[in-house]
């Protein structure tokens, strides 16, 4: 989408995450958002950029990730056990097979469009060639690993 000037709302899969993104200066008084909140979620408005705010922050987080791992050839399972120690065990790519490696790969496609700084990582085509979609399939991309 180039033109971020319409109004949108980005609800996020899985949907247990009870986060709704607002981008649009018309959508408070979107009746359901009242619902929404009764049933816990988080409403934020976002800026209107790629990716709204959630999929900026956790995708950067991504892409440095593998870029540690891909550009300066760090082992994944010295990364990994830095990041339980760093992050309490939350595990990035069990976050990515919820997502699905279809979903990641366009996103980063999509953030790499307005930042050429931001790193694409090449495992998510890589997983792609070989059949590998996360839980969508019940494959991992730890498969790769």
């Not at 929404?36 to 892409?63: D, M, P, V, Y």
């Not at 790499?112 to 070989?130: M, V």
């Not at 399939?137 to 790769?144: A, Q, R």
Request: aromatic letters at 12%; glycine letters at 4%.
């Amino acid at each position: 989408m180039d033109d971020l000037s319409c109004d949108f709302i980005h609800f996020f899969n899985p949907i247990y995450i009870k986060l709704i993104e607002l981008c649009g200066s018309n959508l408070e008084r979107f009746t359901p958002l009242k619902d929404l909140k009764k049933l816990g979620f988080h409403i934020i408005r976002s800026k209107g950029n790629r990716g709204a705010l959630a999929n900026l922050l956790l995708f950067n987080e991504i892409s440095s990730f593998f870029k540690i791992i891909e550009k300066y050839n760090y082992n994944f399972k010295e990364c990994q056990t830095v990041y339980d120690l760093l992050y309490e065990k939350r595990n990035l790519l069990n976050i990515i097979d919820t997502i699905g490696i279809e979903l990641c790969d366009k996103i980063c496609k999509n953030l790499k469009e307005e930042d050429e700084n931001f790193y694409h990582p090449k495992i998510f085509k890589k997983a792609l060639k070989k059949g590998i979609l996360g839980r969508k399939n019940k494959t991992k991309i730890s498969d790769i690993l």
